[in-house]
C-alpha cells in the first residue's frame, strides 16, 4: 500500500508542476506559493477531519510535536537557501546541488534508520538517480561573467535542508496519524512562506492577481495536499530511501504533461537522464 501511495505522491507533485506553471505566468512565485499553501493547508485539515483523527491531536507527543515543527522549518529554510543560491548564482550551477537531496536522503535513511535491505540495489538505484538528474539539466551558457562562489553555501543549505524535510517527518509521524502530522507540519510551512513573501516585501503584489492564475494556483495548492498526504502516509508506513526516489519519478509525470499542454520536446541527453532515473526508482521499488 505505501509503495502505491508513493507512486500516487509523484503523479500529483508531477501534476502540481504543471499547475503552478500556469499559474505563474503574471504571478510572482514567491506570493504564488504562500496562496498555494493555504490551499494545502485546508485540504489536509479537511482530510483530517474526513478520517477522524481530528480527536487525537491532543494525543500526539511532545517528540512528535517537536519533530513536525522541525519537519516544516526545514522545508522553509530549504526555500530560503535555495531562493538565495538563485539571486546571487547561475541556475545551471545552484539547481544540480539542489538535487543532490535525494541521494542525501536515500544516505541519511540508511544509516539513521537502518534500512539496509537490498542494499547494493538502492545504492546502485541511487548512483543511477543522482547520473540521471543531472543529465536532466539542461546547462545554459551564462549571461554574465564567472560569479563568485558566494552561491553555493546556500545551495548547499537547500539540498541539506530539504533531506533533513523526510527525515524529520518521518521521525515526526512515528505515532501520529499521517494526515493529521500533515496538517500541523504545513502549518509551520504557511507561516514560514508568508513571511518569505513579507520579508521580500511582496505582499502588495496580492492587489494584482490574475483570477484565472489565481485558480490555476488553488488546483495546484489542491494537487500539492494530494501529494503530501500520500507522501507522508508513505514515509509513515514504508521505507525512505525508496519512497523518496519513487515520489522524484514526478519528474517523469512533469515531462510527459508538459510535452501535451506546453509541447516541450525533452533533449536525447535529457531523455537518457529521464530513463536512468526511472530504472533506478523501479529497481529499488521492485526489490523493497
Known amino acids: 500500500m505505501w509503495l502505491i501511495m508513493a507512486a500516487l505522491s509523484a503523479l500529483f507533485a508531477g501534476l502540481t508542476a504543471i499547475l503552478a506553471k500556469c ?16 490551499v494545502v493547508l485546508l485540504f489536509a485539515w479537511i482530510m483530517v477531519f474526513v478520517v477522524g483523527s481530528a480527536g487525537t491531536i491532543m494525543e500526539i507527543s511532545a517528540k512528535s510535536v517537536v519533530f513536525l515543527i522541525l519537519s516544516g522549518f526545514a522545508t522553509g529554510a530549504s526555500w530560503i537557501c535555495y531562493f538565495k543560491a538563485l539571486s546571487v548564482g547561475d541556475v545551471n550551477k545552484v539547481v544540480p546541488v539542489d538535487k543532490s537531496s535525494t541521494v542525501l536522503t536515500v544516505l541519511l535513511a540508511i544509516i539513521l534508520f537502518g534500512e539496509t535491505g537490498h542494499l547494493v540495489v538502492k545504492l546502485i538505484g541511487t548512483a543511477l538517480l543522482a547520473v540521471g538528474v543531472f543529465l536532466m539539466i539542461e546547462k545554459k551558457k551564462a549571461e554574465n561573467k564567472e560569479t563568485k562562489r558566494t552561491w553555493l553555501p546556500y545551495a548547499i543549505g537547500s539540498a541539506i535542508f530539504a533531506a533533513l524535510t523526510s527525515i524529520l517527518g518521518k521521525i515526526g509521524i512515528s505515532d501520529v496519524e499521517s494526515n493529521l502530522g500533515t496538517a500541523i507540519r504545513t502549518g509551520v510551512v504557511l507561516v514560514m512562506a508568508w513571511l518569505i513573501v513579507i520579508i521580500k516585501g511582496k505582499f502588495s503584489k496580492l492587489k494584482n492577481l490574475d483570477r484565472k492564475e489565481l485558480v490555476f494556483i488553488a488546483m495546484s495548492g489542491i494537487a500539492t495536499g494530494a501529494s503530501w498526504l500520500c507522501y507522508y502516509y508513505a514515509i509513515q508506513k514504508g521505507v525512505v530511501s525508496v519512497v523518496v526516489p519513487i515520489d522524484k519519478l514526478s519528474v517523469a509525470v512533469s515531462v510527459v504533461f508538459s510535452y501535451f499542454v506546453f509541447k516541450e520536446k525533452l533533449s536525447r541527453k535529457a531523455l537518457i537522464g529521464l530513463i536512468l532515473i526511472v530504472v533506478g526508482t523501479l529497481a529499488m521499488a521492485i526489490w523493497a
Do not use: C, F, Y
Open 23 to 38: 499559474g505563474i505566468k503574471k504571478t510572482e512565485s514567491d506570493v504564488a506559493t504562500a496562496l498555494r499553501t493555504i
